[in-house]
């Protein structure tokens, strides 16, 4: 069996008749001066807390840089920002619940210290241009040092990407390779308008060094300028031929940049999967299941698609946005995706779009005119947007359309300064 058909049978195993959602969250860590907390003060505060908690710590290059309570897991990202990705379920109200005992925890021991939890797509003093993303530390980890020296090599906004942002990542469960592809593909075509809800800057006029004509989506631009081997929309997705084994070729073709094995982790540069298999650097006739799947996921990791196939589908367009907004957000896919109906209806109105460049264009047209950037069919993508929060209201329960309502005011309040 090849480790090609092994990573096919990996995303095939994600198949499931559950309509869960998993939310992840990315958080700034902040003083009142915008400051971000340092690593080992926030690595030796999730050592303490994780304990107290009876939690699994998790651990990177021998720092604990996170914890599992069953419920959720914590981690912490290249430049500290500090995630808490809460396990999938279908009631909302649960994550909501999770999230708020998460922040209980948290909120007074960051207060304490004259810190507190910031969301926002980028580190505010990047954003304004008070500071460089060259102000701000790595994590010293092993994986972000090799990344941070590739990515300058690669694309003009690693440093930012790695330093300074944040983003809200919602999964999505898919029932077959069918049920996959079709999710997928009405997911990335309507990813531009979700960009622009769910944008969440401080400065409605803030730009990007050398973009000053594109005022929108300032998160979004650093990733699609970061390597264009690793970003953007999923290569080949939307050809006639698109499941499972071809999303797999694209996972093992895909530069890792670092290769992390039995615990250590070395700079493999451009190689992909396949090359290291060739290369007799990855023995496959020596590789038992768990670390054939930590493989797998480590393959996956070095993706950075705006979504990703693993067992779910992870929805990456996002900003990082409070509980509230990111609550809404959830009620919202969860409306699209889950309802046959809509699901169908989106895949009809939007079946004209056949190449991923004409996502791409839209994506950059709210890129420079946000939510009055023309877009698909000669529609606004606020007329767009207004459409996508119609259909999910008629699908959703009573209790879900109260958090989608802080998806349409965001959405609204973001209109009006646009």
Known sequence: MSFLKDISDYIRSGESSDENLGLEVEHFIVNDEGVQMGFHEISNLIDQVGRSLGA???????????????????????????EISINPYS????????????????????FERGYHFETKGNLPLVETGAITPDDIPLSPKKRYKYMDAYFKRSGRYGKYMMRASASAQVSIDYSSEEDMVKKLSVLQKISPI???MM???VDEYSTLPG???KPHLFRIQEWDDLDPERTGFVPHSLENDFGY????????HTPLILLTDNGETVNVGHQNAEELVENSIIYTDDLGEERKKKLIEHFMSMGFFHFRVKKYIEVRVADSVPIGKALGYVALLKGLVYSSENLDQLEEELSFIDELNQIQQAVEAIEEYGFEAVIYEEKTAAEWADHLIELAQNALTDSD?????NVRAFWSYSKQAS
């Open 245 to 252: 084994d071809r999303m797999a070729d694209v996972i093992y």
């Open 91 to 110: 009631d909302l109200e649960t994550i909501e619940n999770i999230y708020k005992e998460f922040r209980d925890i948290w909120d007074p021991i960051f």
């Open 199 to 201: 944008e969440n800057k």
């Open 56 to 82: 699994e710590i998790i651990y990177m290059d021998s720092y604990p840089v996170g914890y599992y309570t069953g419920e959720y897991s914590t981690s912490l990202e290249p430049a500290c920002q500090f």
């Open 194 to 196: 979700l960009m622009i």
């Open 401 to 405: 359309k109260e958090y989608l309502k």
């Open 211 to 213: 973009v000053e004509d």
